[in-house]
């Protein structure tokens, strides 16, 4: 669970977010909206990696929170099993994941040599190897071709059974088999 009261946040002149509360569950939640509206800082308030200038974020106690960011943000020393063992000790969990997001026989290449969408892939795998409660997805399918975001749509969803998923977007189609709970943003407010 993750509650905003009266959350309010601006990067200098500019009011990103205006007063919101809200309380997100276990469930799915889809942030839509135009760029530049405050989906991406809604996520890294959620996160904890902004902080608001006036309001307050409560995030469940013990609970395990994930991210995948807009960009992959993969170590370049480390290949793409040793980016994904980062979260977690688990080789065989490891794996499963990349298998499931068509990385079997990249474990050992480096991020470098690696597709946009094989990256993001690294990075999907790498957030849900952790096996967090909350998940927070931000542009989670830049780079995919239409058939692997079904395929990562998917695994996210079973591997998130029970869980928190918050994500921003601006393409919404594929995640209509998840029936989210679309919150719009709107001119610094959130609208629906």
């Known amino acids: ?31 839509t909206g135009p760029s530049g509206i405050g989906k991406t800082t809604l996520l890294r308030l959620a996160a904890g990696l902004e902080q608001p200038d006036s309001g307050r974020i409560e995030t469940e106690a013990g ?43 990249e474990e050992n290449a480096y991020p470098a040599s690696l597709s946009g969408g ?4 690294t990075a999907i795998a790498r957030a849900l190897c ?7 997805l931000d542009e989670p399918f830049n780079g995919l071709d239409e058939a692997m975001k079904e395929t990562a749509a998917a695994l996210i969803t079973e591997e998130m059974k029970g869980g928190l998923i918050l994500c921003a977007a601006h393409e919404t189609e594929v995640f209509a088999a998840w029936h989210p709970t679309i919150l719009k943003l709107q001119e610094a407010k959130i609208i629906a």
């Open 1 to 31: 669970m993750i509650r905003f009261e009266q959350v309010t946040k601006a990067y200098g002149e500019k009011q990103i977010v205006k007063e919101v509360s809200l309380t997100f569950d276990k469930g799915f939640y889809l942030l």
């Open 130 to 136: 952790a096996e967090p409660d909350i998940l927070l």
């Open 63 to 105: 609970k395990r929170l994930r991210m995948v960011f807009q960009e992959d943000r993969l170590l370049p020393w480390k290949t793409v099993l040793g980016n994904v063992m980062l979260e977690c000790g688990n080789k065989e969990k490891a794996d499963v994941l990349l298998q499931a997001l068509g990385l079997s026989g």
């Open 118 to 121: 094989m990256r993001r892939r």
